[in-house]
């Protein structure tokens, strides 16, 4: 089921001076305003993976991940790990893009400036989003 996007009105923190020139102020309102519920053992934008632990075609079946230190894996295990960032650095994403300008250049949403984007830089990319200053360059907010 999808609904609109209802963003927090409680005040800021003084840890968050930026008031109105930060996109992920409002997240995720200035880049899109609905969002959908997944029903079930499902998740993602559109319901179409499995929850985290689960796997199968109903999501159904549990399954035990465990993260391993890169450092305990064999030489067959760390080139395997390799191979697969090397893929997705040539992967490009099927589903995400990235904006290549800010809300602003963007004439407040109304001219999109986004571009597509491998796997692994997605990856690079999501973590600096929400990792990095507010302002970068002058008074320019991306």
Same mark, same amino acid.
Request: hydrophobic residues 30%.
């Given at each position: 089921s999808c609904q609109d996007v209802i963003i927090s009105s409680a005040?800021?923190?003084?840890?968050f001076p930026f008031i109105g020139v930060d996109d992920r102020e409002?997240?995720?309102?200035?880049?899109?305003?609905?969002?959908?519920?997944?029903? !079930?053992?499902?998740?993602? =934008?559109?319901?179409? /993976?499995?929850?985290?632990?689960?796997?199968?075609?109903?999501?159904?079946?549990? %399954?035990?991940?465990?993260?391993?230190?890169?450092?305990?894996?064999?030489?067959?295990?760390?080139?395997?790990?390799?191979?697969?960032?090397?893929?997705?650095?040539?992967?490009?994403?099927?589903?995400?893009?990235?904006?290549?300008?800010?809300?602003?250049?963007?004439?407040? !949403?109304?001219?999109?400036? =986004?571009?597509?984007? /491998?796997?692994?830089?997605?990856?690079?990319?999501?973590?600096?989003?929400?990792? %990095?200053?507010?302002?970068?360059?002058?008074?320019?907010?991306?």
């Open positions: 005040p800021h923190g003084p840890q409002s997240w995720p309102s200035v880049f899109y305003n609905r969002t959908c519920h997944c029903s !079930g053992n499902f998740m993602g =934008f559109d319901c179409g /993976n499995c929850r985290f632990g689960l796997g199968g075609p109903s999501c159904t079946e549990r %399954r035990m991940l465990v993260r391993r230190n890169i450092f305990d894996l064999s030489i067959p295990e760390k080139d395997k790990f390799l191979a697969y960032l090397t893929l997705g650095k040539h992967t490009v994403s099927a589903d995400y893009v990235i904006p290549t300008g800010s809300y602003g250049q963007m004439n407040n !949403g109304s001219t999109p400036m =986004f571009r597509d984007i /491998n796997i692994y830089d997605l990856f690079v990319w999501i973590h600096y989003y929400v990792s %990095r200053d507010t302002l970068l360059g002058g008074t320019e907010v991306w």
